[in-house]
């Protein structure tokens, strides 16, 4: 399985991006994690097949994670940011409990 993300960059703050991750098959729960400096990585947001989504209460009302399930793609759009939502984004899939793949890193960085 390979995860495909893109979508990063530099943006002001209050500015908006939205991310992009295509996987190789269809994962029943697809969603994003980030780490920044010095930190753990957090999951930002989760989605499933189905379209049950979970999110990290700091993005909540922000950000929104959607999937097109005929292409096998994530999505989140990040609105509001803020520079603590700088970060390396990851895309993650999660077929099963006990499979896990990750995408390649984009890095999100948000100016004051």
């Known amino acids: 399985v390979q995860l495909q993300a893109s979508g990063g960059g530099l943006v002001q703050a209050g500015g908006s991006l939205r991310l992009s991750c295509v996987s190789s098959?269809?994962?029943?729960?697809m969603g994003w994690y980030r780490q920044a400096p010095g930190k753990q990585r957090e999951l930002v947001a989760t989605i499933t097949s189905g379209g049950l989504t979970n999110y990290l209460d700091s993005v909540k009302g922000r950000f929104t994670i959607s999937r097109d399930n005929a292409k096998n793609t994530v999505y989140l759009q990040m609105g509001s940011l803020k520079p603590e939502d700088t970060a390396v984004y990851y895309c993650n899939g999660r077929p099963s409990a006990i499979l896990n793949y990750w995408g390649q890193g984009t890095l999100v960085t948000v100016s004051s």
């Open positions: 098959t269809n994962i029943n729960v």
